[in-house]
């Protein structure tokens, strides 16, 4: 079940124990192959990170594992009744099975009067005619400002 380890100081191979195996790296740089700038660089780039005492303190402020009785009336306040009000999941499966999943076929009894009342709308030709002669909103704004 577990890797050997006795051959490795007890490291298990993945890339936060320092020990990565046949995927080590740094099995390619030769003695002596590492120049000292490489070494500054990643020395910078190290030093750029977040210490243990930077972490610390932002870690500081934060709320530690919530345990039972640990969370402050007012960070819950209204929960419980916000959650109450949502609908319950039996509420949901109960009110939906009675509804089309999608719709396959529209019987004639749920369209009756549509082609009428589409026919009584106008055209789009008839709007566009119609608003031809009529000020634009541009002109509008114009006559008003001016």
Do not use: C, W
């Not at 396959?104 to 549509?114: A, D, F, N, W, Y």
């Amino acid at each position: 079940m577990f890797a050997d380890t006795s051959t490795h100081g007890g490291l298990v191979e993945g890339p936060t124990t320092g020990y990565l195996g046949a995927n080590d790296p740094s099995g390619l740089i030769g003695v002596g192959a590492l120049a000292i700038a490489q070494v500054n660089q990643l020395q910078s780039q190290i030093d750029a990170k977040a210490d243990g005492a930077q972490t610390t303190v932002a870690l500081a402020g934060k709320e530690a594992t919530i345990t039972e009785g640990s969370m402050s009336q007012s960070k819950i306040n209204g929960l419980s009744a916000s959650l109450s009000a949502r609908a319950l999941q039996t509420d949901l499966i109960s009110g939906l099975a009675g509804k089309e999943p999608t719709i396959v076929e529209l019987p004639q009894s749920k369209v009756t009067g549509l082609v009428a009342s589409l026919s009584a709308r106008a055209l789009q030709t008839d709007l566009i005619s119609r608003l031809a002669g009529k000020a634009s909103t541009q002109q509008l704004a114009d006559a008003v400002a001016g």
